[in-house]
């Protein structure tokens, strides 16, 4: 509910886009990302943490997210 901290561990946007500093911008980041690994490492990040977990993901309709049962 707060938006701080994703409820799914490995998901949050620093952990997705390795941030290595605390300086760079959101979108300074997810560039330096892309030019690095490109846009498709992105969405295999996320369709991996999304097979281990997928059996185990719960929609809660209050804080409008996916959290693990």
Do not use: Q
């Amino acid at each position: 509910s707060t938006w701080k901290k994703a409820t799914i561990d490995g998901v949050g946007w620093d952990e997705i886009l390795e941030r290595r500093t605390p300086d760079l911008t959101a979108e300074d980041v997810l560039r330096n990302y892309i030019r690095e690994h490109g846009r498709g490492a992105i969405r295999m990040k996320w369709e991996k943490v999304w097979r281990e977990n997928k059996d185990r993901l719960d929609w809660d309709e209050i804080e409008k997210c996916f959290r693990i049962k």
